[in-house]
């Protein structure tokens, strides 16, 4: 089986912006803590465009079509979809015309949750299209990048790695930030400030 | 107008799950060929109290078809036609007899100027009390007392549905037709109803009363309507309309129409008419689908940097969607789906059979033969592993 | 004699230089305590500026350009590399969006950190590199503000916290900034005066 599409966080919240508009829902599935994900995706939405973000947990699916009453406007962040049985998910699927809002909104679950909500509701599913994400961290400086760095380092400098670790041993290294960033990535920050 | 406002121009104009009144208020709506809106207004402007049953997959344009034919209904001079999305007021998972008889006259009070009357007060407050606890309300206390006759009357068809109301609702209709129309009421939304009996009983009692009322129906049912025991839901209406997805491999009437969906949304300028194509192609013909695609294909573009949608995001559109159809599929079904890529065998019988049709992993071309095909998102995908 | 009145005046600019360089070095903004959130709110700033359309990359670029060295990296757990865009000592003339962040005026911008976690208080700077460059040359080929490491000579002058106003060589005093400060200054700020609103 195929995994599903990823998406980092920031990238994302801004899926959610550039939908605010009419009922789009999105999707965000995390193996992690739902409360905290959801939380910190309030946070990325709030800062970048200063919109208020309703944040809630729903314990089934009479609560989600209460939330969504409550709620009709702007962008909502729904946790609390992990707990739902066979008979929140069809009563979700079933009444779906009163899931409907007039802005965005995001159901943060976790794996099962969400092959639930395929299996078991496809008119919501119809809904959210391929709008589901998978939440993966940034990446991170990986080794084709640091050599890359490298390289330009090498270039850029005359030296080469031995030499710059040798000078810095002996607190010879010039002042450039560059020659700290240099030890950091050939791993011997155990040097900087010697 | 700057990216950004140019970007999100384009997504409120591709809201695939957007009110599909909204859709051709803003007059994005695009009239499909042999639209079955059409059929359905060509047959009740002859026989305004035919029933009609409509089936068709999520995301094919039931809604948007029913609420073209109220509109057009309604251009008509003798009938009044009116639009009633069941779920809204009913619960649908608590489905009893009687619920489409009290929508129906709750809708044709709203538009009768009459003077506040004894028998519309009635009505309404069964209709009304019906929502809160329909299995708690009986007959309203204006009845007087009953005798009983000599002849038995035979039980009608709505038993479970106060008789007393049905007539009244017989006699607002007929109010109605006095004044120079008939009632026509679209139901929407009981297509989503997986309770097979709920819904039988529904079309055997409400649709039977409203037929005694004289009031036209045209009700969105269960695709289930279609096979087996379901068929029995199918005699009880004059007539049957298939509301598919469209052919767009085989028809170039039907991949024309997806074209000008989307081209009725957005300029070339933005989506090249090689992208819209694309576009039409993942969709496998499934109108919300589309526009869903197109939405996420718009999202790739803005994400990204660019100025215009290209084919890498119409690309990555796809591969998300496929991917999300896929989600919970086990091995049995991703057997089944192989099998239909390979063979275009595919042999509806049992439950999961008919959950790959209900969830749009499975389409169904209704012209075509052999007439299933897997959704066009998921087939790339069928022999990738996890990760 | 005059080598010993030179020595004399040096050692004053050397005391003066100090002493500015320990005013320049106030009321820094506190980091945040761990690498990982400097990186989110370096991610935060640039997503914002994105959406301000001060830079003209999409937002998947930032994923792409902005990064964080793993923990084992650095060889000191503790100690991590922030990076944005490539080591771009070039300057290409054609920056593409991709691989390199660019803003709205076609100026071009990369920066590099090294930061120190420590347990209890939050992070301590070790060096940074704010760079723009202007393909155009105009109004400047580039600016660069420098923050040097601790131990070197250059401290003595005062000039731990410099910048490079568009020569290698020429150095000059410049506040120690708050990283996020210094990259919202070359986004939003950074720019002919005749463009920038006159407040």
Redesign the interface.
């Known amino acids: 089986m195929p995994s599903l599409a990823a998406s980092e966080l920031g990238p994302f919240a801004f899926r959610v912006l550039e939908s605010d508009g009419s009922n789009a829902w999105l999707v965000l599935v995390t193996d992690g803590a739902v409360d905290t994900t959801a939380r910190m995706l309030s946070d990325e939405i709030s800062t970048l465009d200063g919109q208020i973000v309703t944040v809630g947990a729903v314990s089934s699916g009479a609560d989600l079509e209460s939330f969504v009453r409550a709620h009709a406007d702007g962008i909502a962040i729904v946790t609390g979809v992990n707990g739902f049985g066979d008979a929140d998910w069809h009563r979700v699927d079933l009444n779906r015309t009163r899931l409907q809002r007039n802005g965005t909104t995001v159901l943060v679950l976790d794996p099962a949750a969400i092959e639930q909500l395929e299996n078991r509701a496809p008119n919501l599913a119809s809904w959210i299209g391929g709008s589901i994400w998978r939440l993966e961290k940034p990446r991170p400086l990986d080794d084709v990048l640091v050599e890359q760095r490298l390289v330009a380092l090498r270039q850029w400098s005359g030296l080469e790695d031995l030499e710059v670790v040798r000078r810095a041993e002996a607190g010879d290294l010039p002042p450039d930030p560059a020659y700290a960033e240099w030890l950091t990535l050939l791993g011997r920050g155990e040097l900087l400030g010697k | 107008m700057t990216r950004r406002e140019r970007f999100k121009q384009y997504m409120t104009r591709v809201a695939a799950a957007a009110d599909p009144a909204l859709t051709i208020e803003q007059k994005l709506y695009v009239h499909p060929p042999s639209a079955i809106s059409d059929v359905i207004v060509r047959h009740l402007e002859i026989e305004p109290t035919s029933r009609h049953l409509v089936v068709g997959s999520i995301g094919s344009g039931k809604t948007t078809q029913l609420l073209v034919a109220a509109q057009e209904l309604n251009s008509l001079p003798d009938i009044r036609a009116v639009y009633v999305d069941v779920s809204r007021k009913q619960d649908l998972v608590k489905l009893k007899p009687g619920c489409l008889v009290a929508l129906a006259g709750l809708a044709l009070l709203e538009g009768q100027p009459l003077a506040t009357s004894d028998e519309r007060r009635w009505f309404t407050k069964w209709a009304n009390g019906y929502w809160l606890h329909p299995e708690e309300y009986g007959e309203p206390d204006d009845d007087g007392v009953q005798v009983e006759g000599v002849v038995t009357p035979p039980r009608p068809e709505w038993h479970e549905i106060s008789a007393m109301q049905v007539e009244r609702l017989a006699r607002f209709a007929e109010i109605e037709r006095e004044a120079g129309r008939h009632f026509v009421v679209l139901f929407d939304s009981l297509d989503r109803t997986t309770n097979r009996s709920a819904f039988t009983q529904l079309i055997d009692q409400d649709v039977s009363a409203l037929r005694r009322c004289n009031i036209g129906v045209v009700l969105i049912g269960p695709i289930r309507s279609l096979e087996g025991f379901g068929r029995l839901e199918v005699d009880r209406f004059d007539k049957l309309h298939v509301q598919g997805a469209v052919d767009v491999e085989q028809d170039p009437g039907g991949r024309d129409f997806l074209f000008r969906v989307l081209r009725a949304r957005v300029e070339a300028s933005m989506l090249p008419d090689r992208e819209v194509l694309a576009l039409v192609a993942a969709s496998g013909g499934v109108l919300r689908d589309l526009i869903s695609l197109a939405k996420a294909a718009g999202d790739e573009a803005y994400l990204s940097g660019s100025e215009i949608i290209e084919m890498s995001h119409v690309q990555a559109a796809a591969d998300a969607f496929g991917r999300s159809l896929m989600i919970g599929l086990h091995q049995p079904e991703i057997d089944t789906l192989k099998h239909l890529r390979s063979s275009g065998g595919f042999v509806w019988t049992t439950d999961d059979d008919l959950a790959l049709l209900a969830t749009r992993r499975v389409l169904e071309y209704p012209r075509r033969n052999p007439p299933f095909s897997v959704h066009p998102t998921i087939v790339p995908l069928l022999d990738q592993k996890a990760g | 004699m005059a080598s010993d009145r030179r020595a004399g005046a040096v050692n004053a600019l050397t005391k003066a230089m100090r002493d500015l360089q320990l005013r320049l070095e106030q009321n820094v903004p506190a980091l945040p305590a761990t690498a990982v959130e400097l990186?989110e709110q370096f991610?935060?700033v640039l997503?914002?500026a994105?959406?301000d359309?001060a830079l003209?990359?999409?937002?998947?670029?930032?994923?792409?350009l902005?990064?964080?060295?793993?923990a084992s990296?650095?060889?000191?757990p503790n100690?991590?590399?922030l990076?944005g865009g490539?080591?771009?000592?070039?300057r290409t003339d054609t920056p593409e969006?991709?691989s390199h962040f660019i803003r709205d005026d076609g100026a071009v911008i990369h920066f590099?950190?090294?930061v120190?976690e420590r347990p209890g208080a939050p992070l301590d700077l070790?060096?940074?590199?704010f760079e723009i460059y202007f393909p155009s040359q105009q109004p400047i080929a580039f600016v660069r503000f420098?923050?040097?490491?601790?131990?070197?000579?250059?401290d003595d002058l005062g000039l731990r916290a410099h910048l490079h106003p568009g020569n290698e060589d020429l150095q000059l005093p410049s506040p120690l900034m708050s990283p996020l400060d210094a990259l919202n200054f070359l986004i939003y700020r950074c720019r002919p005066r005749r463009d920038t609103p006159r407040s």
Request: hydrophobic share 35%; charged share 30%.
């Open positions: 990186h991610g935060r997503r914002r994105i959406l359309e003209v990359n999409g937002v998947y670029d930032v994923g792409q902005l990064r964080l060295t793993v990296r650095s060889g000191d100690v991590f590399a990076t490539p080591k771009d000592f070039g969006h991709v590099a950190l090294i120190r070790v060096v940074y590199g420098d923050l040097n490491d601790r131990r070197h000579s250059n």
